[in-house]
């Protein structure tokens, strides 16, 4: 959906192509006033929509299928997609190959529970709904850190319907598979995008985000309105047109080194040279490909880490989220504190910085190998 004002949202309609209002209502509100990001209101009207489908072909009315999860979770595992979106003629079950994973089942778990408490609040749905979808749960069952320093008990709701998630390993990009995909680079543009994302720690979607503007290189900027020192970039959440977003709702200063400064001042004379003067605001735009000067998308980030990880030969695809992992790393392997790789990842919550520390191994040995021997602590030896 397209508003006047040229933000967009996604939506839900029926097969005579009419909003479903309270859908509708719900996404909007999860873009507008929770702001949530263009391609999460568009992965939870794809759940919700795949709800609604099951309720039609079922013949149940949404409001009151929820007393039926178990089913829809059933249907949603081993029921596949047509390319028009329909179901397939043939519905399977347990022993088949499943159509939808662990992961992917969750998701629109989670969308159509929060379809339905909008439902409620707004008296679309009976209140009766709540207790079908959810259960009351105390503090109890949190880690210690968890339960609050007043350690009273405290209550909460718990997703009812929910499927066990395989334990997946959470992995960092190495420096060598960094320097090797930087080496296979084939111009300035594309190394820089390697170092925003694996010195610099930005996601994909603030590193498509960022303008020029942005981007304050000079030892001073006063001069440039700017009071902080040192090279450094300003990660801002904006509507952008290339539907570039950042996931921090705060904007934060980003400190930067010579290395990125240098990569940056060859990519801007490489733009220069093909687009001279013009070209949008944003950072990072078609050089190579039309239209030239457009603004490069999210997607296309990590469609180029793709290709550099099959040039580099790499025994494994490095994701963009893997360098920011591997940035993460690397501060905290350097002796940088919880606090700063916080500040660096952009990160509000104390916690939000642990998953992405994932030390190197070499660290871990030598951590090891620090540790005296309970003979040297009691001062013997062999004889």
Known sequence: MDLPS?????????????????????????????????????????????????????????????????????????????????PASVVLGPGAEPARRERRINGV????????SYAVSVGEAPRSVLGQIYELADSRDLPLEAQGEDSGLSYRLRAVHRVQEPEVEVDRATDEELVAMFLECRNARDRLIVLLLGRVGLRRGQTAGLHRSDCHLLPDSRALGCDYEGAHLHVRRRDNSNRAWSKSKQSWTQPVDFLVVQAFDQYIDERHEILGAGGS?????????????????????GELFERLSQRAKLPRNVGPHMARRAFGSNVADAGGSLDEVQALLGQTHPESPRPYLIPDRTRLREAIERVPSPRALHGTGEK
């Open 6 to 86: 040229g933000v967009r949202y996604w939506t839900v309609v029926d097969d005579d192509f009419e909003l479903v209002w309270v859908a509708d209502q719900w996404l909007r509100f999860l873009r507008f006033g929770r702001s949530r990001a263009e391609l999460t209101t568009k992965a939870y009207a794809e759940s919700v929509a795949l709800y609604l489908l099951w309720c039609r072909i079922t013949g149940r009315q949404w409001p009151q299928a929820a007393r039926d999860m178990g089913l829809f979770m059933v249907w949603l595992k081993y029921t596949p997609s047509t390319p028009d979106g329909e």
């Open 109 to 116: 778990l989670t969308a159509v529970r929060g379809l339905l």
């Open 281 to 301: 605001d944003f950072l990072l735009v078609n050089l190579f490909r039309e239209p030239l000067g457009a603004p490069m998308s999210p997607d296309a980030l």
